[in-house]
T-cell receptor, first 118, second 110 residues
Framework: KQEVTQIPAALSVPEGENLVLNCSFT??????LQWFRQDPGKGLTSLLL?????REQTSGRLNASLDKSSGRSTLYIAASQPGDSATYLC?????????????????FGQGTILTVHP | NAGVTQTPKFRVLKTGQSMTLLCAQD?????MYWYRQDPGMGLRLIHY???????AKGEVPDGYNVSRLKKQNFLLGLESAAPSQTSVYFC?????????FGPGTRLLVL
């Protein structure tokens, strides 16, 4: 059974800092990994998607890396801003297995609660 | 495109009542999912569907039923609501790549 762990559970930083959120998973047979952002009382917004054959993806101040063999992903946020305050969730998609039952399901980590203070 | 929409946004039920949550997507995605999110438990998969007319159980299917009569709609039913089903329910859809989530339905069962 795939297990996804996110460290740290919570992080508070001053504005302007560069920071790293960590995600680890136990089964390296993944199809892709997705990072989401969730604001309080809201739904999940997709930030970055990394296919299993890729090493990293970038979007603006965000960079996500993937090391499938070691079961790790990191989300790097450059020059953090108060508007980045949210919960960040990592999710891995099971490898597509024709005829199997784990077709396209995501397993989520518990999330990292990020607070960026002015 | 509206993406993934959910109806209703908030509902209060009494124990034993029934209700249906509606999820709709306009992205022509094959796969659709229902999750619940609870404090300290994260997101847990209730049921999912890999195509019109098909459904399958996720991690926590007990007490819920689903139907996928049309490709764009995925319904989640509670036949006899229990206080343990108080939660925030999220619907999602995906093509073989990323997953897109709806805004959620807050359900309170008294």
């Amino acid at each position: 059974k795939q297990e996804v762990t996110q460290i740290p559970a919570a992080l508070s930083v001053p504005e302007g800092e560069n920071l790293v959120l960590n995600c680890s998973f136990t089964d390296s047979a993944i199809y892709n990994l997705q990072w989401f952002r969730q604001d309080p009382g809201k739904g999940l917004t997709s930030l970055l998607l990394i296919q299993s054959s890729q090493r990293e993806q970038t979007s603006g101040r965000l960079n996500a890396s993937l090391d499938k063999s070691s079961g790790r992903s990191t989300l790097y946020i450059a020059a953090s801003q108060p508007g980045d305050s949210a919960t960040y969730l990592c999710a891995v998609r099971h490898a597509l297995n024709a005829g199997g039952t784990s077709y396209g399901k995501l397993t989520f980590g518990q999330g990292t609660i990020l607070t960026v203070h002015p | 495109n509206a993406g993934v929409t959910q109806t209703p946004k908030f509902r209060v039920l009494k124990t034993g009542q029934s209700m249906t949550l509606l999820c709709a997507q306009d992205m022509n995605h094959e796969y659709m999912y229902w999750y619940r999110q609870d404090p300290g438990m994260g997101l847990r998969l209730i049921h999912y569907s890999v195509g019109e007319g098909t459904t399958a159980k996720g991690e926590v299917p007990d007490g819920y039923n689903v139907s996928r009569l049309k490709k764009q709609n995925f319904l989640l039913g509670l036949e006899s609501a229990a206080p343990s089903q108080t939660s925030v329910y999220f619907c999602a859809s995906s093509y073989p790549s990323g997953q897109y989530f709806g805004p959620g339905t807050r359900l309170l069962v008294l």
